[in-house]
């Protein structure tokens, strides 16, 4: 059993981050958790409680079926649009404010950390309320518009797809080196509500442990990270940052 976080943050990692300079933050489904946003490896309920997001979220799925894999992003656009950002997502927004350089990179296709006002946000499997052509060869696939009612490129007449990323397909080539970046970068790195079994993103707390940064894992569970981390702090992030800027404030 990981230990819980007892609302008590240690002072060398207080101390650490008052004097740091560039933070890094990597975020998954976990972190909209707590606005009711399903996360990935909860069990899926109701109409879709027969699929595994696995076998919707690929290439293969939508190539098969295409009204399967858009209705799926439909619920689930539906339900991150009825969402509103939780405690978690506003206090990253107000510790970047503290820091000279502070980079958010996320695996969520939410749009929650830009509506609690979060800036410098990199999305690295891309934006659930967008859609692209899915031709690699045409232009449109690389211009991603909202999503509007008519599913096929007005250019070359491909069928549209959810501008995310699917299982097998690489990160968008600029998010990932920003993100590879960050983590090389960066005095301190958080990784928050992610399960750290998806690749390439669950790499960057290595990449960071690797370069002498300090790792703090916020996550109520334990992941593959728990064990390296410098610091597990095992608590929903909408209680634990809230408390770590209230401890920076003092
Ligand atoms: P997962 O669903 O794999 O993991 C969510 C993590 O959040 C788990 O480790 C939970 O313990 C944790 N969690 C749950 N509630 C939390 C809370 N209130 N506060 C903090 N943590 C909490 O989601 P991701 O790690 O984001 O990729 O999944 C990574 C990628 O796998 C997703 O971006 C998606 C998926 O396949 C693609 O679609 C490409």
Known sequence: ??????????????RYLRSAQRV???????????????????????????????????????????????????????LTE?????????????LEQRFPTFTLLTQNVDSLHQRAGSQNVVELHGNISLARCSNPACPASRTPAPIEAERSCTICSAPLRPN????????????????????????????????????????????????GAVVVEINPDQTPLTAEATYALHAPSG????????????
């Open 1 to 14: 059993m990981p230990e819980a976080f007892n609302g008590q943050l240690a002072p060398e990692l207080l």
């Open 239 to 250: 209680v634990v940052l809230p408390a770590l800027l209230a401890a920076l404030q003092v």
């Open 82 to 94: 009825a969402a509103a950002p939780n405690p978690g997502h506003y206090a990253l927004a107000a």
């Open 24 to 78: 890094a933050v990597l975020t998954g489904a976990g972190v909209s958790a707590e606005s009711g946003v399903p996360t990935f490896r909860d069990a899926m309920t109701g109409l879709w409680s027969h699929y595994r997001p696995e076998d919707l979220a690929s290439p293969e799925a939508f190539a098969q079926n295409p009204a399967l894999v858009w209705d799926w992003y439909a619920w689930r656009r539906g």
């Open 164 to 211: 995310v990323v699917w299982f097998g397909e690489a990160l968008p080539k600029d998010a990932l080196s920003m993100a590879i970046q960050a983590a090389e970068t960066c005095d301190i790195l958080f990784s928050i509500g992610t399960s750290s079994m998806v690749y390439p993103a669950a790499q960057l707390p290595d990449l960071a442990l690797s370069r």
